[in-house]
């Protein structure tokens, strides 16, 4: 059976979505297609629009087969962890043979190029890479002017090469290979190009508008019927169910008070225990938490050129959960141990079966089931990865409007989703 993989967040699944999976089915001639997809947390550092059983019953219904859940300690970080994380996933699947991502270029060639010199880090890349650095350039604002110096005196284009490094689908299309290459992956990545190009961009004039436009005008109208053009008609009835059940929008800014709260507690020594809070950042946080009252403030106050937004917004969900860089590194170290599947469509049935046998990963359809198998005293690393994905969705959950929806163990309650 010819199995595809794709990786992405649909938040929420839109026609620009179901583009891309039927391009993927095209080019590939997939017999089926297992998702990779986030769960409560976006790797932007956001909440998601609408919980994963809704988006996972969106992607199902649209022709997805499989839906696994990408552990949150690969999904809320930089695109280089989110990547390796969602393509050693697809690869664990045993069944999984290659994989589509949107991107800008469209051009798989340039982006393997930037993957292989990145990979490799020549002397003069690194050089100029830790320069930039030093002159405080944001991390992916160095890379690129290093790997534009590094082949400035090369037979390579540099034209291609500087606009695979500049749009943020290419440069993690870019983490993708890069995953690839490094771990030695069985997988093939392809890629298509995105028909809306502008992943932040506001812009509904055209019926494939991006996620971020389709969100901001549903917050702003507060009615799915303002979206309906641009999203599949599958996707507009599951929107209008959570919305009246108040499960959307979500309330943001208690986010932003749980944040606040935790962090006050904390010194800045305290607070370089988190991934990526260090050379000062520390501070920045601090006195921000100190100073602002609500979350949009907090993140105007430590956003810099060094520290970008998404940064930022991903270092204080670290916090938040409770997740240290010591954390984050023993979980790097047991890489997948398992799959997290969320729901399936008839085929997926038959491909779950295929993983069940050549996988030697655990798979994991209902929480409460595997935690009971678990001795109570067991330091089985599965339980501690695991028990953040229940902890980011049991956080979720307050970000409700009502309190009726607030309640914790959703994901002891939550039947897998079939269709």
């Not at 996972?56 to 962890?81: C, F, H, W």
């Not at 393997?112 to 930039?132: C, D, H, V, Y």
């Not at 689908?169 to 809306?196: C, D, F, S, W």
Request: proline share 4%; with cysteine.
């Amino acid at each position: 059976m010819n199995i595809t993989g794709i990786i992405t967040e649909y938040n929420p699944f839109h026609n620009g979505h179901l583009y891309h999976l039927q391009k993927t089915k095209e080019i590939t001639s997939a017999q089926g297609v297992v998702c990779v997809m986030n769960g409560s947390f976006m790797q932007r550092g956001e909440p998601a629009f609408t919980d994963k059983w809704s988006r996972t019953s969106m992607a199902l219904k649209q022709g997805v087969d499989l839906v696994i859940e990408l552990p949150l300690n690969y999904g809320i970080r930089s695109a280089e962890y989110f990547a390796e994380g969602a393509v050693k996933t697809l690869a664990a699947t045993g069944v999984v043979s290659s994989f589509v991502f949107g991107s800008e270029s469209g051009n798989i060639n340039p982006l393997r190029e930037a993957a292989k010199i990145f990979n490799r880090e020549p002397a003069g890349f690194k050089k100029t890479l830790q320069s930039n650095l030093k002159q405080g350039y944001s991390f992916p604002a160095a890379r690129q002017q290093a790997l534009l110096e590094y082949i400035k005196n090369r037979d390579i284009s540099s034209r291609e090469l500087k606009e695979a490094v500049s749009e943020p689908n290419n440069i993690l299309g870019i983490e993708y290979i890069k995953a690839v290459l490094k771990n030695n992956l069985n997988l093939i990545p392809h890629t298509i190009k995105r028909t809306h190009k502008n992943y932040y961009s506001r812009d509904m004039t055209h019926e494939m508008a991006g996620a971020t436009a389709i969100r901001h005008k549903i917050r702003q109208s507060q009615n799915p019927e303002s979206i309906k053009k641009f999203v599949p008609e599958t996707t507009y009835e599951q929107l209008c169910c959570d919305f009246k059940k108040n499960k959307i929008p979500l309330k943001k800014e208690k986010l932003g008070t749980m944040i606040l709260a935790e962090l006050r507690k904390k010194t800045p020594s305290e607070l370089t225990q988190y991934a990526e809070v260090k050379e000062g950042l520390e501070n920045r946080i601090h006195n921000a938490a100190r100073q602002a009252g609500d979350y949009q403030e907090l993140i105007k106050k430590i956003t810099t050129r060094v520290y970008p937004k998404t940064r930022v917004k991903r270092n204080l969900l670290h916090i938040l959960l409770g997740l240290t860089k010591n954390d984050f590194d023993k979980m790097s170290s047991w890489g997948i141990p398992y799959l997290r599947i969320l729901g399936f469509s008839e085929c997926g049935a038959r491909i779950l079966s295929q993983i069940d046998k050549r996988s030697s990963r655990e798979i994991i359809t209902q929480p409460a089931d595997y935690l009971k198998s678990i001795k109570l005293n067991s330091r089985n690393p599965l339980k501690k990865q695991l028990s953040y994905d229940l902890l980011a969705t049991d956080i979720y959950a307050l970000l409700y409007k009502s309190p009726e929806n607030r309640t914790a163990g959703l994901d002891f309650i939550k039947q897998i989703i079939t269709f």
